[in-house]
């Protein structure tokens, strides 16, 4: 038997928290923690050596790309799904950009929510048309701010493009696969390229900030 | 009697057009004994001056000091400034003489007289600048055997002055009132920014619970479930925080349509704002509500739909989809052509007064996609 998928939920409100545990047990998954603050989960992560994390964008103490980072730099491997109400944008963008690897709406049906633990446990990034929605227009925007020569900005193909778009029209990946005739692995990485671009990105930018800042002599 | 001037909401603005009164007071009383100084030997009764110069400086001290509460700036003592002013230019015909005055001598208190006039504009408005002008003019010019061109210049000059001060009074007022109800937005702002947190803390994650465990119930339950969500959604669009800032003049697509997601639609559109001239974000709003009423009656009550926002470079492209049961081939045309396609016209009519194209494909099964863009015109 394959050893189970073990997963920490991040939740500040108990009953959520407890629910989200629960159909994840019911379902075989090895819940090895839960908490309802960002320090704890990162102080925790490095024992309890969660395989996926189901993080709320809102928590009390620390923001969710804290969170995230802090998790990245403790278990390098982690896969982190994030869940948040509709009308946060920015911070779901902000957190997608620190590392999350998949982004669920917290009103998804529980089937919904567990198939996207299984998909983020398996290496696939979980996507809501409103995530697709606000990565396009953050490429669009970085393509727009004129950047100095020797930092090109991170840009979609164009097949990229299209299958952002269709996402964000609401298709299921199968039926991006159908519509383009490719194979679902394709549009998976398709998708998951538009992701690790911008978090690439990111990392460049934060390490650049950090040289410019003098951080890296400290 | 007309009411008392009414106490300015607080003393903000208006406090340092006080001190200005304050420091005119003192000014121009020593102007004043500087020009009696100079003048006293053409008095007719030059120790009767002496009496009068002391009621000047004491009640420079006086009404400095009187003025500086504002509850005591009412009635009483507007009156009494008024009425010494006069006492102190009526008592020329005395001291000085109206040979004298015939002869152009200036009266004790030039420029000093003023300092009621400025206080009356200040506590009332142009109108009672006005007044007190009047008043004080008319006592300077009644010690005059004739009525010459100095009196009536500081006359003109007392009146411009009511008229310049009172508006700036008013004009003050109208500031703090409008900086009282800023402070004021502020503060209700920042108790909903606390609310929307509450809610977020408690009611909605009860909410979202209900619905997410009563999801797989059947009857009832199930219901509930339902509408625990469709509460939940409603409530957290309620308590959205504001929508970025766009410039002036403008209004953000992303937040208008972003208002017509709900448990069928999502709302897909970029996190900065997208900013159009206000007609033409509306009317595209408006052609998105068309687009979403259309699917929310023919594509059947399973369906769900889906609006995508892209801000291009030179457009603004808005897709409703939805994947519902599709209009077969032809059908659309045939509608169209028959003139009974109110929803593809309302859409077309709306997108091409704004320089937009609408494109519409549909297949049976494959649900309705309508894809509506607006050339960006710089502003």
Redesign the interface.
């Known amino acids: 038997m394959t050893e189970r998928i073990r997963v920490m939920v991040v939740d ?2 108990p ?2 928290r407890s ?1 989200v545990a629960r159909d994840l047990a019911e379902a075989g998954y090895d819940v090895v923690a839960t908490t309802g603050e960002g320090r704890q989960a990162v102080r925790i992560a490095g024992a309890t050596r969660p395989d996926v994390v189901v993080l709320d964008l ?1 928590l ?1 103490d620390i923001s969710g790309v804290e969170v995230i980072r802090g998790l990245r730099a403790a278990l390098p491997d982690v896969r982190v799904l994030m869940l948040s ?3 946060e ?2 911070s ?2 902000d957190a997608v950009k620190a590392g999350a690897a998949g982004y669920l709406l ?2 998804a ?2 089937d919904e929510f567990l198939a996207a633990v299984a998909g983020t446990a398996a290496g696939e990034a979980v996507f ?7 990565v ?3 490429y ?2 970085l ?2 701010t004129p950047e100095p020569a020797d930092r090109a900005a991170p840009a979609l193909t164009d097949r990229e493009t299209e299958v952002l ?1 269709l996402v ?3 298709l299921s990946y199968k039926q991006i696969a159908e519509r383009l005739t490719l194979s679902h692995r394709t549009v998976q990485n398709h998708v998951q390229n538009t992701l690790g671009k911008l978090q690439l990105h990111n990392r460049v930018e934060l390490t650049r900030y950090a040289i410019e800042q003098g951080l890296d002599q400290l | 009697m007309t009411p008392p001037p009414r106490p300015a909401p607080s003393v903000g603005l208006q406090g340092p057009l006080w001190r200005a009164i304050v420091v005119f007071r003192f000014a121009s009383l020593a102007f004043a004994l500087a020009l009696i100084a100079g003048n006293v030997r053409y008095y007719a009764r030059p120790l009767g001056a002496i009496p009068v110069v002391l009621v000047m400086i004491g009640w420079t001290v006086a009404a400095s000091w009187l003025y500086a509460r504002p509850r005591r700036r009412g009635w009483p003592l507007l009156i009494a400034d008024v009425a010494v002013t006069a006492a102190v230019l009526l008592s020329a015909q005395l001291v000085i003489g109206s040979a004298a005055l015939a002869r152009g001598t200036p009266g004790m208190a030039v420029a000093w007289l003023a300092a009621p006039v400025l206080a009356w504009a200040v506590a009332g408005g142009r109108r009672l600048g006005v007044t007190a002008a009047l008043l004080v003019g008319l006592a300077d010019v009644a010690v005059r055997p004739r009525l010459n061109q100095a009196s009536v210049t500081g006359t003109t000059l007392m009146l411009l002055a009511a008229v310049g001060v009172g508006h700036v009074t008013r004009l003050a007022a109208i500031a703090e009132a409008r900086l009282q109800r800023a402070v004021e937005l502020e503060a209700a702002n920042r108790e909903r920014e606390r609310l929307a947190r509450d809610i977020h803390d408690s009611v909605l994650q009860v909410l979202a619970l209900v619905r997410r465990r009563g999801a797989s119930l059947d009857g009832e339950a199930g219901e509930l479930a339902r509408l625990a969500g469709e509460q939940e959604a409603a409530l957290r669009r309620l308590i959205a925080t504001g929508a970025p800032p766009t410039p002036s003049g403008t209004v953000d697509l992303g937040a208008l349509v972003t208002a017509y997601a709900s448990d069928v639609v999502s709302v897909a559109a970029p996190a900065t704002a997208v900013p159009l001239p206000a007609e033409t974000s509306t009317q595209v709003a408006a052609a998105v509500g068309a687009a979403l009423d259309n699917a929310a009656r023919h594509a059947g009550p399973a369906a769900r739909v889906f609006v995508l926002v892209e801000d291009e470079p030179g457009a603004v492209t808005v897709t409703v989809r939805d994947d519902g049961t599709g209009i077969p081939a032809g059908r659309l045309e045939a509608a169209e052509g028959e003139g009974r396609l109110g929803v593809a016209q309302a859409i077309r009519g709306r997108i091409a007064d704004l320089g937009g194209t609408v494109r519409i494909h549909s297949a049976p099964g494959q649900g309705t996609e309508i894809e509506m863009t607006v050339p960006k015109v710089s502003l």
């Open positions: 500040d409100h009953m959520w629910g809102q009390p109400a509709s009308g944008q920015q779901v963008l917290k009103s049906a529980p809501t048309p409103g995530l697709a929605g606000l396009l227009g953050e669009r925007r393509a727009a778009r964000a029209k609401g």
